[in-house]
């Protein structure tokens, strides 16, 4: 078992950083290749460069699709390289889509780059076509799903009788697709059978979902300063995220009551109640129980897959990570 930090929200696992510069060095040198307006829109979108193109300290964020995708590729025995293409398509499509939730929410501020990029990226394998193609594909598969995964989130807001299911219906698409994704196309581009590289998917798609639930976990529980959501954010739209329909079932029926009254009342500002109503159920300890179990089912499904120890434990970690961090 590799060591681990015990607090929530601990170390940054090894994985994310080991090929850090690699990816960042990919994206910085093959987004698109072209002198209009599309790689300066790109940059200043991911903080590298400002409003009028002067370059800036790198943030280095997270990168855990990338990293994920370069991880799957290596502990199916490929060259991490082979995935760079694919790693970096999917970073860019990921960056897209947090444009796409900040204007879903209602956002002052955005962020994100162009989705066309993220498949000009990953079909840049030139030395196997073939495996570059299959793992675009999953890409391609998984960026329409997450499309959908978007839509029904939406049709959550408002909704009270939302159910466990319509919401990992949700997680699974928008959230878990493109996670399946970066492990499956790292597994196709280390020429892994269909086999193996299936039951990666499936373990992405669970690992998604344990991300998503943490996430709404931080954006009702967490420090804004940390997190950068408000906590005013799904409150205030009033979504039923993991929280609120994990309270909701642990109510009684005057409690689901005032629920109810709060939701139609369309309150500018429910956070206090909303939270007061979700504390006498011990709402946020539910949410983060599901999130280490769905962590829990993805981490089993890498085993199936039969990789060997290291490779499983560096996933289990990161599977820890994802469903208890801070931010």
């Not at 790109?42 to 943030?59: C, F, N, R």
């Not at 807001?157 to 919401?167: K, Q, V």
């Not at 939701?263 to 129980?289: F, I, M, W, Y």
Request: aromatic share 6%; with cysteine; proline share 4%.
């Amino acid at each position: 078992m590799i060591e681990r930090a015990d607090e929530p929200g601990g170390l940054e696992p090894l994985l994310f950083t080991r090929h850090r510069a690699l990816i960042t060095g990919f994206m910085r040198t093959e987004p698109v290749r072209s002198s209009s307006w599309a790689p300066m829109m790109m940059s200043y979108h991911l903080g590298w460069t400002d409003e009028i193109g002067q370059a800036l300290p790198v943030k280095g964020g997270k990168l855990i699709r990338s990293s994920l995708t370069l991880w799957a590729c290596g502990a199916c025995g490929g060259d991490v390289r082979d995935a760079l293409p694919a790693a970096c398509g999917i970073e860019w499509f990921h960056n897209a889509t947090l444009v796409h939730d900040d204007i879903q929410d209602g956002d002052t501020t955005t962020r994100g780059a162009i989705r066309a990029s993220a498949f000009a990226v990953a079909l840049q394998g030139y030395n196997r076509p073939g495996r570059s193609l299959a793992a675009t594909r999953a890409i391609g598969e998984a960026a329409l799903e997450s499309i959908e995964g978007s839509c029904l989130d939406l049709e959550l807001e408002d909704l009270i009788e939302a159910t466990p299911r319509m919401y990992l219906r949700m997680a699974g698409a928008k959230t878990g697709a493109l996670l399946g994704a970066c492990l499956k196309a790292g597994a196709v581009a280390a020429g892994a059978s269909p086999e193996r590289a299936q039951t990666l998917r499936a373990a992405g798609r669970l690992l998604g979902t344990a991300f998503q639930i943490c996430d709404d976990v931080l954006g009702m529980y967490g420090d804004p300063a940390s997190t950068g959501k408000s906590r005013r954010g799904d409150a205030g739209r009033y979504k039923m995220t993991f929280p609120v329909i994990a309270g909701i079932r642990a109510m009684s029926q005057q409690q689901r009551k005032q629920l109810r009254d709060l939701v139609l009342l369309k309150d500018d500002d429910p956070q206090a109640r909303l939270r007061s109503l979700l504390d006498e159920v011990g709402a946020e300890t539910l949410a983060r129980k599901a999130a280490l179990q769905y962590a829990a089912k993805s981490t089993n499904r890498i085993v199936r897959a039969g990789l060997d120890k290291h490779a499983t434990n560096e996933f289990e970690e990161v599977a820890h990570y994802i469903a208890t961090r801070t931010r």
